[in-house]
């Protein structure tokens, strides 16, 4: 696999992170190093585990699902969707904010932006590629962007009782 691809599946495979990050980060009230570094060593060591997960499990079953394999990638990707579309139409006040640094959230936020480098490293592995030097890139690369995602959602969001405040008005309000 050459440097120019691997770059650009590290890089796809932590945007979702990178934005949980940058979601994280607004919501603390005031972020330090040590919550970009909490963030990003979980966002970054599920990146980098989930495609050995994935890498080892597809050796095992690379025989079994050949000839159904994209179509368990179509129903989870077809499910994940239907989650998003279904939470798109809560009302406001059902839902609840919650604490990003507290360790049972990160773990499953974790788990839920790496699924996609688990698929990852089931397709290397559908490829006879080797797994760590994409999986140590993979989690390198999430682990950088969710500390600057974390980092900087801080000083550019505004902190107002009201999250749909539009900045002006916080800046006139106080």
């Known amino acids: 696999m050459s440097t120019f691809s691997l770059l650009g599946i590290a890089v796809g495979l932590a945007m979702d992170a990178f934005a949980v990050s940058i979601s994280s980060g607004a919501v603390i009230q005031r972020v330090r190093i040590r919550h970009a570094l ?10 980098a585990i989930m495609p050995f997960i994935g890498w080892s499990a597809g050796n095992w079953v ?45 773990f499953l936020l974790a788990v839920a932006t790496s699924i996609d480098a688990l698929a990852v490293g089931l397709s290397l592995s559908f490829l006879d590629t080797s797994i760590l030097l994409p999986a140590l890139v993979i989690g390198a690369v999430t682990f950088v962007m969710c500390v600057v995602g974390t980092s900087s959602s801080s000083s550019s969001v505004s902190r107002s009782s009201s999250p749909t405040q539009p900045r002006d008005q916080v800046y006139a309000s106080t």
């Open 62 to 106: 690379h025989t079994y699902v050949a000839a159904f394999d994209h179509w368990i990638a179509f129903l989870l990707l077809l499910a994940v969707g239907v989650k998003m579309i279904w939470e798109s139409w809560k009302d406001e006040a059902s839902r609840v904010r919650l604490d990003p640094t507290r360790i049972s959230i990160l």
């Open 38 to 47: 909490l963030i990003a060593s979980f966002f970054g060591g599920f990146q």
